[in-house]
């Protein structure tokens, strides 16, 4: 079973970047999928970005296409969602998850992290 840690989150104006970052400890990281999601306050938790376990395949809501990069060092049981001209909108608690399916896209997964926030002010 694999624990996931988000770090990374915090307020940035609109325009800015952040990356955050995702540890996992616990399990083969390595063979895990891995993606991003975020919750927005009164709304659903949404899907972000994926990426298969070995970092191959890629795939993003239409709301981040262009601004945001997922990415894993699966040397250093780390994945990575790089944050470019932020917006207001993209105010949320972002969270990381894995699953040990090689490529789980926008699907369910098994594992999740507590969430780390992230504040666009305009």
């Known amino acids: 079973q694999v624990q996931l840690v988000e770090s990374g989150g915090g307020l940035v104006q609109a325009g800015g970047s952040l990356r955050l970052s995702c540890a996992a400890s616990?399990?083969?990281?390595?063979?895990?999928?891995m993606g991003w999601f975020r919750q927005a306050p009164g709304k659903e938790r949404e899907f972000v970005a994926a990426?298969?376990?070995?970092?191959?395949?890629?795939y993003y809501a239409d709301s981040v296409k262009g601004r945001f990069t997922i990415s894993r060092d699966n040397a250093k049981n780390t994945g990575y969602l790089q944050m470019r001209s932020l917006k207001p909108e993209d105010t949320a608690v972002y969270y990381c998850?894995?699953?040990?399916?090689?490529?789980?896209?926008?699907?369910?997964?098994?594992?999740w992290g507590q969430g780390t926030q992230v504040t666009v002010s305009s």
């Open positions: 998850a894995a699953d040990p399916l090689p490529y789980r896209g926008a699907g369910s997964y098994d594992y």
């Open positions: 616990g399990g083969t990281f390595r063979s895990y999928s």
């Open positions: 990426i298969s376990y070995g970092g191959g395949s890629t």
